[in-house]
T-cell receptor, first 115, second 111 residues
């Protein structure tokens, strides 16, 4: 079945450590996105990529980094520079041509907890 | 800067009755609006959408209403079912460049 796979589902990190969240899709979608969800807040955009080897910062990119070496993969690294990384992270994708005027397909999310 | 607001964090209704979830936005440039449904520990799934050129879109038990002059949209669920219990996010986009989400409303449908 086609879909978006995020791993790990749960992750614990010590302060000062970098951690990478995986996002893989087999939907043949061109654009991929990373969102962060905090209690009482909407989904906030961290980074997005419309095409391989290209990506743009979203509203809250500080302390995060991404890469897009393959169409299927868009990993997110939460660096030690991110001051409050404990959150639920969601990866999403959308086919080319749809732009934002269409529904995003989301993965099941990764919950990161900093100890 | 929250351009999309869902002012009710939670809503509780009886099974079989109508659920009305509300959403307000501030940016008049938004031209497409969507509702997503989210269960715990899962990603949101698309529910229904509406273009700014329409004022109503219906899909089975779900209807979305858009009032552009008031910058307000609402999602009606009739009749509500216990399986509808979830968090509902309102989202808005403009010019194919961005999508903004509200904070979500947790709907509980009691049997």
């Amino acid at each position: 079945d086609g879909g978006i796979t995020q791993s790990p589902k749960y992750l614990f990190r010590k302060e000062g450590q970098n951690v990478t969240l995986s996002c893989e899709q087999n939907l043949n979608h061109d654009a991929m996105y990373w969102y962060r969800q905090d209690p009482g807040q909407g989904l906030r955009l961290i980074y997005y990529s419309q095409i391989v080897n290209d990506f743009q910062k979203g509203d809250i990119a500080e302390g995060y980094s991404v890469s897009r070496e393959k169409k299927e993969s868009f990993p997110l690294t939460v660096t030690s520079a991110q001051k409050n990384p404990t959150a639920f992270y969601l990866c999403a994708s959308i086919p080319r041509g749809t732009g934002w005027a269409g529904e995003l397909f989301f993965g099941e999310g990764s919950r990161l907890t900093v100890l | 800067d929250q351009q999309v607001k869902q002012n009710s964090p939670s809503l509780s209704v009886q099974e079989g009755r109508i659920s009305i979830l509300n959403c307000d936005y501030t940016n008049s440039m938004f031209d497409y609006f969507l509702w997503y449904k989210k269960y715990p520990a899962e990603g949101p799934t698309f529910l229904i959408s509406i273009s700014s050129i329409k004022d109503k879109n219906e899909d089975g038990r779900f209807t979305v209403f858009l009032n552009k002059s008031a910058k307000h949209l609402s999602l009606h669920i009739v009749p509500s079912q216990p399986g509808d219990s979830a968090v509902y996010f309102c989202a808005a986009s403009f010019n194919n460049n961005d999508m903004r989400f509200g904070a979500g409303t947790r709907l509980t449908v009691k049997p």
